[in-house]
């Protein structure tokens, strides 16, 4: 059987393209020069991502993706196309879809309705939303549903600046595939901080980078991978421009002789992941790359990093790091119990996260201003009583609970235990400093200042962990999630800095450790002992 090139172009996004001369408001689309873009058009696996920097065409072949799809009906009940705001979903449809559909009236104009307005196309009978991935509508405590998600049944999702949404959002959105047998999901992002957002989902997928070949010696060079093993493999010609160099012998190599290859082919089966940089886009010179790159602008170096190189970064006053937490391990293993007294911060849900331990003193001696800690016990619980069964062999004497999400079953744990507890609830925008009030029981505490002062305890050396285990190589991993990122404040339209992490129980229970000890002002009384025996323990065997 031969199949006709409109058969081809049936099924085939990026060929229907380049038949169909898609105009663009720059010209008629084309992979000339863009030649990386071919595969990610082509490939019809459910779940891809695409993580690159800025201007490098991912949401124009994705928005042609999802109109060929619905044109030729592998989308029949419709797409959902999320944008990180309803701000940013009336600026495309007004700069880049509008125009799209009045310059090819042939290819994709006639297939779109009348009925439409901003966030709604109607494409050859199924449903085009556009949407901002903003929650909107607060339902109950801990809860929201976005107005824009609901009576939505789709065949595919895009997520656009992923890094830019809410993790609710993400799986709110992906719910609207309930009805579906396609479930397409595809992810775009300019990349913000390392193991969030798009990152998180390129690390789950093979990712794939883009290799060129050198016509020359026939090596083959990723640019994305040498430019920070290697970074002069950029050439520079004598009027200042610059240009790729083969890795082996320095030749100019382009994009046009480009393959993807996955550096984890096991993953190819979950996610299909394509990383991409200026470095390989047309019309980007290369030494700007690497001026901008050895001279950040505004010493801004993070702006580089991700715009330009399509790669995730943090400093390290934003993010704590493992190496940073793991130095602060003792040489000793997590204690059964203590005769204490001890301080204990529990986060709270359907599984507890406790810390237990105790304050040593000040860093520097007595005169020192900066306090001292040792952890006892970190640990992971389903039930209150075991909680409770904790706190008795650590004799514990202070703690702060998490107040939320179950606030009836803390304060039931509030009123039932012996000793002092104070239950917890962050506050974004309280002043700077902690309020304890012992009459209601509570402590509010400005959420961002006490993940940086629990960040210092680590980075600072002011705090002893058991020696590495499993349980602490979980706790290690949790402390490690937030990261610290600047917001733009939705009531007062400034720019905020906000910690924000997807699992990081162990954070928050530290963070509470360390609010119930600032209510002691010494260092505890005793630090554990092992009770003397009163019967000496001889394993001699006479022969």
């Not at 009925?115 to 109950?140: C, I, M």
């Not at 301080?343 to 359907?350: H, L, N, R, S, Y």
């Not at 285990?469 to 733009?488: A, H, K, M, N």
Request: hydrophobic share 35%; aromatic share 10%.
């Amino acid at each position: 059987m031969v199949l006709s090139v409109e058969d081809i172009a049936s099924v085939d996004a990026a060929y229907w393209a380049n038949l169909r001369q898609i105009k663009l408001q720059k010209g008629v689309f084309t992979f000339d020069g863009r030649e990386y873009l071919l595969e990610p058009m082509q490939d019809k696996f459910r779940r891809k991502c695409m993580m690159k920097g800025t201007q490098g065409g991912a949401s124009l072949i994705v928005m042609l993706i999802m109109l060929h799809g619905m044109i030729f009906k592998r989308y029949p009940q419709g797409v959902l196309y999320l944008f990180p705001t309803t701000a940013s979903v009336q600026e495309y449809s007004k700069s880049r879809f509008s125009p799209l559909i009045q310059d090819n009236p042939s290819a994709i104009g006639r297939y779109i309705e009348d009925t439409n307005t901003a966030g709604l196309k109607k494409v050859n009978g199924g449903n085009l939303y556009l949407r901002g991935g903003n929650l909107s509508e607060k339902l109950d405590i801990g809860y929201q549903e976005s107005t824009q998600l609901k009576a939505i049944s789709v065949d595919a999702t895009v997520f656009d600046e992923v890094d830019l949404m809410d993790s609710d959002t993400i799986a709110k959105a992906i719910g609207r595939m309930d009805a579906s047998e396609v479930k397409d999901e595809i992810y775009i992002g300019n990349p913000g901080v390392p193991r969030k957002g798009i990152d998180a989902f390129f690390q789950e997928s093979d990712q794939r980078h883009w290799w060129m070949t050198c016509v020359k010696c026939a090596t083959e060079t990723c640019a994305e991978k040498e430019f920070f093993d290697n970074p002069s493999f950029i050439k520079i010609r004598p009027n200042g421009t610059g240009y790729l160099g083969c890795r082996r012998c320095g030749a100019q190599i382009s994009n046009q002789t480009g393959i993807w290859k996955p550096d984890v082919p096991a993953n190819s089966n979950i996610m299909h992941g394509w990383r991409w940089s200026q470095l390989i886009i047309p019309y980007s010179d290369p030494a700007k790359i690497l001026q901008k790159y050895r001279y950040p602008p505004q010493d801004n170096i993070g702006d580089v990093c991700r715009i330009n190189l399509g790669m995730p970064y943090i400093s390290s006053e934003d993010q704590l790091t493992h190496m940073q937490v793991l130095s602060c391990c003792g040489d000793y293993n997590q204690e059964d119990s203590s005769e204490g007294p001890c301080i204990m911060g529990v986060d709270q849900g359907d599984i507890k996260h406790l810390v237990i331990g105790i304050k040593t003193g000040r860093k520097g001696g007595r005169e020192g201003k900066e306090e001292t800690f040792k952890i006892l016990r970190v640990a992971h619980v389903s039930r209150w009583e075991e909680i409770h069964d904790l706190a008795r062999r650590f004799n514990v004497k202070l703690a702060v609970v998490d107040l939320r999400p179950n606030a009836d079953a803390a304060r039931d744990f509030q009123r039932d235990e012996k000793y002092k507890i104070h239950l917890c609830e962050y506050s974004e925008s309280s002043p700077v400093g902690v309020m304890f009030n012992d009459k209601t029981g509570l402590v509010k505490v400005n959420r961002t200042e006490i993940f940086d002062a629990s960040g210092k305890l680590f980075s600072e050396n002011r705090i002893l962990i058991p020696r590495k285990s499993p349980e602490i190589s979980e706790f290690v991993r949790q402390v490690t999630d937030p990261v610290c990122i600047e917001e733009r404040d939705k009531k007062q339209g400034g720019l905020i800095r906000r910690y924000r992490g997807k699992d990081d129980h162990y954070r928050n229970a530290i963070n509470y450790f360390l609010l119930a000890a600032s209510r002691i002002t010494a260092p505890m009384a005793r630090e554990w002992t092992r009770p003397r025996s009163r019967y000496a323990k001889n394993e001699y065997v006479r022969c």
